[in-house]
C-alpha cells in the first residue's frame, strides 16, 4: 500500500504563465530557427525584436502583476530627470501568492537573459556584428525587466518592513498609553 501524497501545488494562472514563456521562447526560437530557414537580416531582426517587445510588454504590464504582484515604470519628471514608480500589492495579498507561479516568473526572466547572453558569445565568436545588434536590443529588454522587477520587490520589501514598524510602534504606544491611563 502506498503512502498518501499531499497534492501537488498546481500553478494558479496556467494561461498567464503560458504566454509569459511563450513570447520568451517564441523570439528565442525564431533567432536560432531562423538561421536555417531564413537569409534576411531584416526579417530576422523585426520578428525576432518584434517577439521579445512583446515579450517585454506582456511581462511588465500583464505577468509581473498577476504572476509576482508588482508593477514597474519609469517616468520623467518636469525637471527631466528619469524617477522609478512601483506597484505592489498589499503584504497580505503578496504572502498568498502562487509559489510555483512566482518561481516560473523569476526564474524564466533570468533564464531568457541568460540565453541572449549565450547566444551573444557565439555571434561573437562566429564575427557576426549585425546579428548582435539583434541580440543587444533582445538582452536590453530583458535587462530592463530584471532590473525594474527586482527595484520593486526590492521597494515592496522595504514598505513591508515599514508597515511592519509602524504597526509594531503604533501598538507598543497604545499600550503604553492604555497602562499610564489606568494609573
Do not use: C, G, M, T
Given at each position: 500500500m502506498?503512502?498518501?501524497q499531499p497534492p501537488a501545488e498546481n500553478y494558479a494562472n496556467p494561461r498567464t504563465c503560458f504566454f509569459h514563456v511563450l513570447f520568451k521562447a517564441g523570439s528565442l526560437a525564431f533567432?536560432?530557427?531562423?538561421?536555417l530557414f531564413v537569409n534576411n537580416f531584416v526579417i530576422i531582426f523585426v520578428v525576432t525584436v518584434f517577439l521579445a517587445a512583446l515579450d517585454?510588454?506582456?511581462v511588465?504590464?500583464?505577468s509581473g502583476r498577476i504572476l509576482v504582484g508588482l508593477r514597474w515604470w519609469n517616468e520623467i519628471n518636469d525637471l527631466g530627470e528619469s524617477v522609478w514608480k512601483f506597484?505592489?500589492?498589499d503584504p497580505e495579498s503578496l504572502a498568498?501568492?502562487?509559489k510555483k507561479d512566482s518561481w516560473?516568473?523569476?526564474w524564466s526572466l533570468y533564464l531568457t537573459a541568460a540565453a541572449w547572453i549565450i547566444l551573444g558569445i557565439f555571434s561573437l565568436i562566429r564575427l557576426q556584428a549585425d546579428y548582435l545588434l539583434v541580440i543587444a536590443v533582445c538582452l536590453s529588454l530583458s535587462i530592463a525587466n530584471i532590473i525594474g522587477f527586482t527595484k520593486c520587490?526590492?521597494?515592496?520589501?522595504k514598505q513591508f518592513q515599514q508597515f511592519a514598524t509602524q504597526t509594531l510602534a503604533s501598538r507598543v504606544t497604545s499600550t503604553i498609553q492604555s497602562a499610564f491611563s489606568v494609573v
Open positions: 502506498e503512502p498518501i533567432y536560432i530557427l531562423s538561421a517585454f510588454w506582456v511588465k504590464n500583464v506597484e505592489s500589492l498568498r501568492l502562487n516560473l516568473f523569476w520587490r526590492k521597494d515592496a520589501k
